[in-house]
């Protein structure tokens, strides 16, 4: 990783940041976007989400560039900014899974079994792409309630419907996932007969 000393970065560059003034935070874009960059992605091995971490540190220097210190290291300032948001990415992260894990074992009666599956991920692939054949509107709600785990307040207020338009979604969406399943274990039980045992 590019190592920058204090020295890099002048009191001068950061005051005229804390007074809004657009090409100073050009000018610090353009000295730490890289190295921030190369930190995330050592953790991430995404180049995508590593630019999503970039764009976030820079947001929230903009945002609070008027409580930046002077007299203490913006390298280390800024390094631990970018920390904190790998860490809340794989929390994110973790949370999704446990959360698919959740949703796929509604569609099995006993967890152990479940657990000691050997398919386990061709079942996460199927639920992903169960959810993108969903219409845009109830994948949209689905998403909301039972992966971001919004309220039915807070999805009927952010999409402009009735609460009992966004139950309607979310019931339909899971009998669609039940069926769906359901089909999908008997394929697989009659795949594993024919070709297997």
């Known amino acids: 990783m590019l190592m920058l000393t204090k020295d890099n970065i002048t009191q001068e560059l950061l005051s005229r940041l804390k007074k809004g003034d657009h090409a100073a935070f050009e000018e610090i874009f353009e000295r730490y976007s890289k190295p921030l960059f190369q930190f995330s992605l050592s953790y991430l091995k995404s ?3 590593a630019e999503d971490i970039v764009q976030e540190v820079f947001i929230k220097i903009w945002k609070n560039r008027r409580e930046i210190k002077t007299d203490t290291s913006f390298q280390s300032y800024l390094f631990t900014i970018a ?5 809340k990415y794989f929390n994110k992260i973790s949370r999704l899974h446990e959360l698919r894990h959740d949703i ?4 099995f009666r006993l967890k152990p079994e479940f657990d000691d599956r050997s398919d386990y991920q061709v079942l996460l692939d199927k639920l992903d792409e169960l959810i993108r ?4 509107k109830r994948r949209e709600v689905f998403i909301k309630k039972k992966i971001e785990e919004k309220s039915l307040k ?3 207020e952010e999409l402009n419907i009735t609460t009992k338009t966004v139950e309607y979604h979310i019931s ?3 009998k669609f996932l039940k069926k769906e399943f359901e089909k999908f274990q008997v394929q697989g039980l009659v795949f594993f007969h024919l070709f297997i045992r």
């Open 83 to 87: 920390l904190n948001s790998v860490r």
């Open 172 to 174: 339909e969406a899971m």
């Open 47 to 49: 180049k995508e989400a």
């Open 133 to 136: 054949q969903m219409p845009e």
């Open 104 to 107: 796929l074992i509604n569609f």
């Open 154 to 156: 807070e999805i009927s």
